[in-house]
C-alpha cells in the first residue's frame, strides 16, 4: 500500500470534491481516481461512493479515513526524526570527560549545544584519558576531552586549552605553606603516581618536567584513583599531583595545592572523536565548542 494513495484518499475524505483534491494535490484528476481506485483495491472494500451530484465517504472509508492520518502522522514523524538525527538535530551524544572538561569547558559547551539543538540528549562519562579513548575507539563514546592529542590515526582531534599541573600535600606537610614548589625540590621525596596507560600526556608531563629540572621522581606507590590519592596524601607525608582545574576549586579537605615551576608541568586539553565516524551529531558539539570559546583555568587558591 502506497502512501500517496493514502494522501490522495485523505484529500478526497476532506474535500469530498474530486476536482478540488486533485488541485490541492497538483494533480491530473485522472491520475487521482486511478490513485482511489488502487487503494480500495488493496484494501478489499469501497471507501469512497461518487455520483453526478455529490461525493461521500462509505461507513468503511470513515474508519479508513481516522485511521489513515494517525499512520501518516506516525510515519511523517518518524520520517522527521530521522531527518533530525541525521541533520545533528536530534539524538543522543555519549561524551567521555576528565575534571577540567567537566569543569572548565562542558557547562557553557553544553548551554550552547541545547540552545541551538534542544532535542539532542547527551550521557556523560568521567574517565581518565586512556579509558576514555579506548572507549572513543570501540564505539562506547562518540567524543572524549583527554589530556594530549591521540597517537591513533583512526583519532582526530582538536586542542582546547593549557592545563597546568601542580603538587599537592596535606596540611601538615613543611610544604603546605609555599607560594610554588620548584621541580628540582622534589628530588629524593616519596611521590604517588598513577599508571602511565590511565594518563599518558599527564605522566609524561610530571616526567618530563622533573627530567628538565635534572631530577628523577621516587615513586612510592602508583594510585590510578584522584580521590584515593588524596586520602593517602593527607594521611602520609608524600607528595600527589593533580590539574589546576582541580585545584583551582579547593582542594579535599585536609590537602593544600602548590604550584610547580621551574619547568612548570602543563597539559594540552584536547576533544577528540573518531575520524572516519564524524557524526553530525559531534559536529554540533564542535560548533558548540567554538561558540563557547576560548577556555581557560582558573588560577588555583593560594594555599
Known amino acids: 500500500m502506497e502512501t500517496r494513495y493514502?494522501?490522495?484518499?485523505?484529500?478526497?475524505?476532506?474535500?469530498?470534491?474530486?476536482?478540488?483534491?486533485?488541485?490541492?494535490?497538483?494533480?491530473a484528476q485522472p491520475s487521482l481516481s486511478q490513485h482511489l481506485q488502487r487503494l480500495e483495491r488493496d484494501v478489499g472494500v469501497a471507501l469512497v461512493r461518487r455520483s453526478s451530484h455529490e461525493v461521500r465517504l462509505t461507513p468503511a472509508g470513515e474508519l479508513f479515513r481516522d485511521e489513515a492520518r494517525k499512520l501518516l502522522d506516525h510515519m511523517d514523524r518518524a520520517v522527521a526524526a530521522a531527518h533530525a538525527v541525521a541533520t545533528g538535530r536530534a539524538g543522543t551524544l555519549t561524551i567521555g570527560f576528565n575534571f577540567p572538561a567537566g569543569q572548565d569547558v562542558l557547562p557553557a559547551a553544553l548551554v550552547h549545544l541545547g540552545a541551538q539543538h534542544p532535542r539532542v540528549q547527551t550521557q556523560l562519562w568521567e574517565r581518565r584519558t586512556g579509558p576514555q579513548l579506548e572507549g572513543v575507539l570501540g564505539g562506547e563514546l562518540d567524543v572524549a576531552f583527554v589530556y594530549g592529542s591521540p597517537t591513533s590515526p583512526r583519532l582526530s582531534s582538536k586542542e582546547l586549552m593549557t592545563v597546568p599541573i601542580v603538587a599537592v600535600v596535606g596540611e601538615h606537610h613543611p610544604w603546605a605553606g609555599r607560594d610554588d614548589l620548584p621541580m628540582r625540590m622534589l628530588e629524593r621525596q616519596p611521590c604517588l603516581l598513577f599508571r602511565r596507560e590511565q594518563s599518558p600526556a599527564m605522566h609524561d608531563a610530571i616526567v618530563g618536567a622533573a627530567g628538565r629540572a635534572g631530577i628523577k621522581l621516587t615513586i612510592a606507590g602508583e594510585v590510578d584513583d584522584p580521590v584515593a590519592t588524596g586520602v593517602l596524601v593527607s594521611a602520609r607525608q608524600v607528595i600527589g599531583f593533580s590539574s589546576a582545574s582541580r585545584a583551582s576549586r579547593g582542594p579535599a579537605q585536609g590537602l593544600v595545592a602548590v604550584p610547580l615551576t621551574a619547568p612548570a608541568p602543563t597539559l594540552a586539553l584536547h576533544v577528540v572523536w573518531r575520524a572516519e565516524d564524524r557524526t553530525p551529531l559531534v559536529d554540533a558539539l564542535l560548533a558548540a565548542l567554538e561558540a563557547a570559546g576560548p577556555f581557560s583555568v582558573p588560577s588555583p587558591r593560594p594555599a
Open 6 to 27: 493514502l494522501r490522495s484518499f485523505l484529500a478526497i475524505a476532506e474535500e469530498l470534491h474530486f476536482g478540488r483534491a486533485a488541485r490541492r494535490l497538483h494533480l
